[in-house]
Each structure stands twice: as structure tokens, then as C-alpha cells.
């Protein structure tokens, strides 16, 4: 990659003193550099912002320019956009008294999407423990899904590496305020306890500022809400920008209702593609993705090909498994932005998983040109080429994503290589791989259910049994533990046991004909005694 690229990458993503570092080493190269000279400038500047107002407010404590300056600049240290960061923790999966309908019709909630449109079946596409098909980009809510009990999501990990499960509190909200907590010589920069805030929503220049000091920084959404609600009165109701903040702060307080009603407010004032964005969310988060559907398609009326919109509407379709939809809208994204590396990585995924290997490659080969360089990405192309019979760059691209692993994502490398070793037909290299992952990711169900199936060819009944109800233990979710651990116990004459691992099989994915034809069977057997 380019450093000056590079180093753009990371002045705009807020990393001045790696985007410092790099500009310095391309000056020493060449001390001519005006791009690099100039960038090295900038992100100085940004660096000693809240260093050289400090000092302005030692001379002068009033200096309302120093003041909202360094409120700014430690703002903009710590900021995090609202739109697509968005974690549901158990809190709000479970004890949410805004659900519509009990039952929902197909097609309508999130929370049990249904069969799907045009989307490979289950025992081809992995699904997550809520009935969604696993996605082809991690965003903040994929990983978790919705669990059906309050014992299920105590015990589905965050990580690999916590036994803490999902919850607001553990997720970003707490690292943010933990800006707040930075031990200063001379205490906190903003007593929020001493303050009039009916005397700063007067002034709405400095109120924007100590707002968003207040939500992003401090992480203090009540004081948020008092100054915005005070401020929104103070300029008589026809601020489009409060009533978003109002919007905002009931959102993170979980009052969606009141959150809709002040960003419908806003969007009559002020039509913007964020209050768009805001009101699909809280549509999202009241189980209403048709709404939400609307919502973005209204949003694309007055802003036409606006991607993020786009791929708004394509993440509720893949959610409620309408993958033909999903699809549609994910090359309309590249249609407008043919660098979006989403849309990319969903449309591989689903051509690797409805049986088109060669057409995912060209769209993995297309994010390493774009200068994506990651594990999971390696392993990806890896899968690829093993499945388009490419098998000299198999192996290559699972060296690279070993190579480039974290103890976070190894496990999933070392299985994929462990599939590869079955494909091959090298068993003793599989169950080394599957041991592997297991030592990197005790929690690995795949792992262990392959294993299982290992244990079972080589006769070992006990260990595969042992294997299978740790695998349907961790994911009962998944359909082939279940079936697995039906067939190791018909075979051994155990035919309870046989059935009741063939309905939960059944019950986690309807259509499987191997469950179907052995759960006819133990019915006829059944019927004879």
C-alpha cells in the first residue's frame, strides 16, 4: 500500500501518532515532500489542540474561544458515530416491553426470520443462534444474534476469551465514559455537577459543544438529554439539530417511542441522510424491519443512490433471510460505490455458499486488490480456491491467514484447514487441526462435532458421544450435533436417546431429510413394541 495513502488512511481515522510516525519517515526519505510535510502539520495541530487551549484557559478561565476549542478537541478524541455502531445487549433482547406481536407473520420480525428467499438452506449456509444466515461482514449484532432464553444468553460468551456474556454495559458504552475516568492533575475539565445548564442552552454556541462533550466524552446521557431538552426550548422548538440529540439520548435510554416521535420532528424541519439512519434504528430496534424498509426507501426519494442507505435496506433483508433481496440491493451499493468492501464481502459470501466457488473468488481477489490484508480474508480465498479445485493456492492462502491470525480468530483458521485435510482425505491431519482449534477456542462446536464424526468412523463410541453433546451443548442451535448424536445412539441401540436428539434436529432445521427418513424409522420401530 502507498504510505502517503497510508498515512491519509490513518490521519482520518483519528490515529495522529502512527499517521506523525509514518509522514516522518517519508520525510526523511525525502525532505521535499510537501504532501507529507503538510499532513505531518496537520496532525500535529490535532495532537496539541487540547495541550495549547489548556494553556490559553490557564491565562484567561473565561476565554469562551479556548474553552469551546479544547471541548471540541476531547470530543473528537473519543468520538464514535451513532449510526452503525450499535450493540443489543441481554438487557434489551429479553426484558423489551416493545415487542408488537407475540407471533409475528414470516417475513416481518427480525427476531425469527423464517425460511428465507432465495437463500441456500441451512445444512449449506451456517445459521446464527437466532435463525439468521451467518454474515458475510461482521457488524456489531451479527456475532451476538437474539437468544430464545435468559439461560441461553447468560451462557452465549461475548468472546472466546470472557465468560461475560453481550450486554450495553459491556460493550462500547462503558470504554467511551472511561474517557472521563483519565486521572488529571487538576480534576475533570468540566464540572458537570456545577453546572447551569438553563444559563448554556441560552447559548447555542457553546451548548452544541458542551453537548456533545457531555454524550460522547463524559458518556452522561441524562445531563444530555436535560441540556438538549432545555436547549431545544430555548430556541423555540425549531433547531432541527436538538431534536436529533433528543432523538439520540432517548435511543440510549431505551424510550424508542419518544426517540421516533423527535426525529420524525426533525425530518419535517430538516431533511437529512443521518435522521433517515436514526429512525430505521429505532424501527430496527422495535422489531419492525418493514417500517424500517420504508424508512430508507423514503430517505432514497430525496437522496437517490445514497449508499448508506442502500446498504441499510440490504442488512434488513439479510436479516430477515431474504438473501435475494439482500443481493439485489448489495449491487445497487456497487453500482453508486464500487469500492465498498460490505457489499463485497456479502455478495462473495453468498456465491461461495450456493455452490458458485469461482465467481466468490473474484470478489475476495477484488478486496485484496482494494488492500484489505486480514485473516479472515486469507482464509476466505483459501475455502475458494480449495472449492473451485484451485488447490495450489489453498494451502498459500491458509499460511498467510495463519501467519496473520490473532488468538481471537486462529481456532476458525485451523478448522477450515481441518475441512481441507477431509477433503483430501487425510484424516489424522483433520483431527489434528480440529485438536488445534480446540486448544485456541475451548467453545469451538464445529470443532468438537467433527471430532465426534472422527471418533465415530474410528468405532470410538464413548469419545464420539462425549463430543457430540459438548457440540449441541455450546450450540443448540445447530442441527448437525442433534443428528449426529441420533445416529451414534440408534446405532448402539439407545433409541430414546435417538429420538430425542432427532426432534431437536428437527426442530432446529425443518427440512433436513436424513433427520425426516431416521425419525420414521423410530417411529415405526416405536410402533412395533
Known amino acids: 500500500m502507498d504510505p502517503m495513502f497510508l498515512a491519509y488512511s490513518f490521519f482520518r481515522r483519528r490515529k495522529f501518532e502512527q499517521c506523525v510516525d509514518l509522514c516522518s519517515q517519508l520525510l526523511e526519505k525525502n525532505p521535499y515532500d510537501q504532501a507529507a510535510w503538510t499532513l505531518k502539520t496537520r496532525a500535529l495541530t490535532e495532537q496539541v489542540y487540547v495541550d495549547l487551549c489548556s494553556q490559553l484557559l490557564e491565562k484567561n478561565p473565561y476565554d469562551q474561544a479556548a474553552w469551546t476549542l479544547k471541548t471540541r478537541a476531547l470530543t473528537e478524541q473519543v468520538y464514535v458515530d451513532e449510526v452503525d455502531v450499535d450493540e443489543e445487549g441481554i438487557a434489551e433482547m429479553l426484558m423489551d416491553d416493545n415487542a408488537i406481536a407475540t407471533v409475528a407473520r414470516p417475513g416481518t420480525s427480525l427476531k425469527k426470520p423464517g425460511t428465507g428467499v432465495g437463500a441456500p438452506s441451512q445444512g449449506m449456509r451456517p445459521m446464527s443462534q437466532s435463525g439468521r444466515p451467518l454474515s458475510g461482514f461482521v457488524r456489531p449484532g451479527t456475532q451476538s444474534g437474539r437468544p430464545g432464553t435468559m439461560e441461553q444468553a447468560i451462557r452465549t460468551p461475548r468472546t472466546a476469551h470472557t465468560a461475560r456474556p453481550v450486554t450495553s454495559a459491556s460493550g462500547r458504552y462503558v470504554r467511551l465514559g472511561t474517557a472521563s475516568m483519565l486521572s488529571t492533575p487538576d480534576g475533570p475539565f468540566i464540572n458537570l455537577a456545577r453546572l447551569n445548564f438553563g444559563k448554556y442552552a441560552q447559548r447555542q454556541n457553546l451548548a ?37 440529540q433528543l432523538g439520540k439520548c432517548y435511543y440510549r435510554l431505551g424510550l424508542y417511542r419518544e426517540a421516533e416521535r423527535q426525529l420524525k420532528s426533525a425530518l419535517k424541519q430538516q431533511e437529512m441522510v443521518d435522521i433517515y439512519l436514526y429512525l430505521s434504528k429505532v424501527y430496527v430496534r422495535l422489531d419492525q424491519p418493514l417500517t424500517s424498509v420504508e424508512i430508507f426507501k423514503q430517505g432514497l426519494e430525496k437522496f437517490p443512490g445514497e449508499v448508506s442507505l442502500l446498504t441499510g435496506i440490504s442488512r434488513i433483508h439479510e436479516g430477515l433471510n431474504d438473501m435475494t433481496s439482500a443481493v439485489k440491493f448489495y449491487k445497487d451499493v456497487l453500482h453508486h460505490d464500487n469500492m465498498h468492501v460490505e457489499a463485497i464481502a456479502c455478495i462473495g459470501t453468498h456465491h461461495f455458499y450456493t455452490d ?174
Open 356 to 529: 458458485q466457488p469461482e465467481v466468490a473468488l473474484k470478489f475476495y481477489r477484488r478486496l485484496l486488490q482494494m488492500g484489505v490484508y486480514n485473516t479472515e480474508l486469507f482464509n476466505n480465498l483459501g475455502l475458494c480456491c480449495f472449492y473451485a479445485q484451485q488447490y495450489d493456492m489453498t494451502l498459500t492462502c491458509f499460511e498467510r491467514a495463519l501467519g496473520l491470525s490473532t488468538d481471537a480468530n486462529v481456532a476458525d483458521v485451523w478448522y477450515n484447514v481441518g475441512h481441507v485435510a477431509l477433503g483430501i482425505g487425510d484424516t489424522n491431519l483433520a483431527y489434528q487441526c480440529f485438536r488445534l482449534a480446540l486448544s485456541y477456542n475451548n467453545d469451538h462446536c464445529e470443532a468438537y462435532n467433527n471430532l465426534g464424526i472422527l471418533e465415530l468412523r474410528k468405532g470410538h463410541m464413548e469419545q464420539a458421544r462425549a463430543f457430540f453433546q459438548a457440540a449441541f451443548t455450546l450450540a443448540p442451535h445447530m442441527f448437525e450435533p442433534h443428528y449426529n448424536f441420533g445416529v451414534l445412539s440408534d446405532r448402539v441401540g439407545d433409541l430414546q436417546s435417538s429420538y430425542s436428539a432427532i426432534q431437536k434436529s428437527f426442530e432446529a432445521f425443518p427440512d433436513h431429510s436424513d433427520s425426516k427418513d431416521l425419525l420414521k424409522q423410530l417411529r415405526e420401530h416405536f410402533s412395533l413394541l
Open 208 to 244: 452544541k459543544a458542551l453537548f456533545e462533550y457531555i454524550f460522547h466524552h463524559e458518556n452522561d446521557v441524562r445531563n444530555g438529554l436535560e441540556l438538549a431538552s432545555l436547549a431545544t426550548e430555548a430556541c423555540q422548538f425549531k433547531d432541527w439539530w436538538w431534536k436529533v
